[in-house]
């Protein structure tokens, strides 16, 4: 595909009001750059560190909020699922089923997502080799090909991620579009002990890095206001600057097939 | 508690004479030697790397059998869930619930094991800091207080795990009774690309060390014959060469304890 | 600075003659595109894995090789010390003392590099957090202002590196310039028991990944024929294939210094 | 052998007197329990993390005092070198050279202090697999067969060391004993910026898991007063608590070579 893709929205669905500022400036953004845009949130924050956090809508509501934003902003919908049995329900408002991190090995859920026919976005565990996504890509592809894999951070040491770089390009051996979790990545797991922390600084410089190796798509979590967001307040990134990021974002992206297109692969690798 | 206790039995329920060879063999010698036992055989392998790999019995036709084994052997019964749902079910034979390490961190299926009343048994996750699991602990303890945590091996770099000893002695933290697992702490995961292998032989070193820092039970996979079993080939124990393993683990037991008498705390820590 | 610069050359100096074809055809290609170049060659590898592997020429002849070099191609010249005693002999000749990563906690090895008031370039040990490059930094700026400090990936389990491309960010705290050295980055250390084994075909994606991030220099060892060279067989660049690498890593850091024309950091950070 | 070997002293030599404490201490209780005595410190620091820390007496100086406390109190002499040049004159005071862990790949190093024909204990370095010391061990070898291989913790993350237990096991197949460092393994580098912390209630602890797996000696740092040490506060060992530590790990050595007597290895592993 010659267009780059963004899944992006709030972590999690905290009312309709936010879902639809985010929708809005992102579609907007995203139609002029003349990006592909997914809205993204979370109707269930199913791993909390601590049982005292909030965990957002609930899937009913949850997804009745997706209803809503998918029919008022025209953009298609990427959610989590964490259980086989809400596969079905979620697809019929989803257009995109994800697969978070820690479940991308639980095989019914895999096959439970794929049953539904629709795209399925897998996160690459953080305790998961790269060429092991392919695992995973086997299990959905028994019923569906339609497949994303998303990169999101290794375990390196206790409480910390690195970004290796060229899992981007062991991915892409699956044959599937390849995607780079920005926000995700920069997170510091437990790092205030009950819950996580994050560096949001590095989300842009590494969003930058991926595309330079070549990815085909970015997702992220935006927010009117991160500090007051219920999950992920250290890393996701304020809507009130993500156009910058975003038409730099497209810059390197169509740099980067530019050069595909320009120097011969024998001469490059 | 002044005697070992031992969660020991076959991977996979593969039938009911696999099971009950095994238990049969395994109380006795724990009966001789003193040592709590509880059966441990699975019936879903939930997880496996492969799509194509053997998944086991299945919840039903699996409780069935492990009902058998414990009004045959008397022995206590500890079997994985997997979703919240079969926790309801699963406590009516399992004595202790366990959570798989990689869905440990997963809220609704520590709060159903909770809300059992049975003892649950939290395998710490691969990505997971020893601290971290006093996090996991507080969702099972909102309901029930009876808890045991497991270390299993942390990842350490792609397709290797390495035990850090230090776990046993944080985890106690937690007020807990600390598992040591020492069959899937040798695994390499995925180490054959769509499965994972294993060093045998490093179990019982393993299993010494954590008895010679301190811990109140031992968890191991034990087999009639390991590499014709439908998972864990090469980290399941021969049943056949069990005996000496727990004669020397009690032993080591025991002088931890004792030692533990002599000595006064302030100096040696 | 607003030209890229390169330490390039071959990894040992195995003959005056490699090294003159090296030099020639990187200076001449780097005159054309504006890049600052620096010729590299090792007079011995000094920590080997294997004590059966070649160190190269040697201080004596090694020295007098470069200092051909730099007299016939008008190239300054940077090559590694590994004791005290090496730094005034070479810098004589060379305008860049680099400090091997295993050695960068050396404190008279930094010591005596600074007392020369060479350029000192630190290569960041691979068991070195990046802030912690601060403390051998100090250890030069002790007499020396002059200083380039060098990522070159970090242990991740046994026989793995990984490039954590945040740290090309955090080194740039200590005020000098940042190096991403694109080949060492991609060994597998002891990979094939007895030497290091690497991933060439990396060396490119992760040489934009880290120009994508901002750096002001690349560090890459390109030889004539990289699989019959004496040392780092499988990460050594071709040298007839640098060409088409250097136009494009060339035009991402012009992309990066634009990028942070255009845009303000506060909206993308 | 069928004795227990304790390398223990001070992290640095700070004076005579501190030296001779130890010395005299630690003489007693091994004589008294039966374990073989090698006196250890370090005249030079030469890695400290800060330019601005202590680095202890100085070759000449430190030489010195060794060579009085041998005299004294009838101990062999262990201590590092850290350049060729040292280790004919350290040879001539020390029974013992120590290689460091950093320095463990440094080829002249190592051969220099294998031509010396006195034993050299290589330290593992922290970057190192386990199977991997076989490189280090044939370049002393080729001058030398009086070889101890010596674990101290591997990188696991930033700032983060892992005590990989069964490195223990691999290191064995070198044929040469294998000695655990009790008091570096717990350390914490950089921990504080700008040195090391660590936790030095889990040397104890570790030092019990090592001997179970099985090892040949024990080397810890020991001082009078740790928190007024010029390095190594958090991890050397109270001198006044050690008595009770050495007994019960003399009794895990010995548990561990009845365990060896007595069961067939077979049924064991």
Known sequence: ????TLLAGPCAIESYETCAEVAETLKQITDELGINYVFK??????????????RGAGMAAGLKVLAKIKENYHVPIVTDVHE?????????????LQIPAYLSRQTDLLLAAGRTGRVVNIKKAQFMAPED???????????????????RGTMF????????????????????????????????PS???NHSGG????????????????IDGIFAEVHPNPPEAISD?????????????????????HEHLEMKAVYAHDDLL
């Not at 307040?233 to 992206?253: T, V």
């Open 84 to 96: 086989p049995y809400q596969c079905e329900p979620v697809a019929e408002v989803a257009d995109v």
């Open 233 to 253: 307040q250290d890393s996701q990134l304020y809507l009130s600057k993500i156009r910058p990021i975003l038409e730099n974002a497209n810059r390197i992206f």
């Open 191 to 193: 790092g205030y002990g």
């Open 133 to 151: 996504i392919q695992t995973a890509v086997d299990k959905v592809a028994t019923n569906d090909q339609h497949i994303l894999v998303t990169e």
């Open 1 to 4: 595909n010659d267009r780059l």
């Open 157 to 188: 040491g206790y409480h910390q991620l690195v970004v290796d770089m060229t899992s981007l390009i062991q991915m892409r051996e699956t044959g599937y579009p390849v995607i780079f979790d920005a926000t995700h990545s920069v997170q510091v």
């Open 199 to 214: 560096n949001r600084d590095y989300a842009f410089p590494l969003m930058r890095a991926a595309l330079a190796i070549g």
């Open 41 to 54: 949130s979370s109707f269930d924050k199913a791993n909390r560190s601590s049982i005292d956090s909030q």
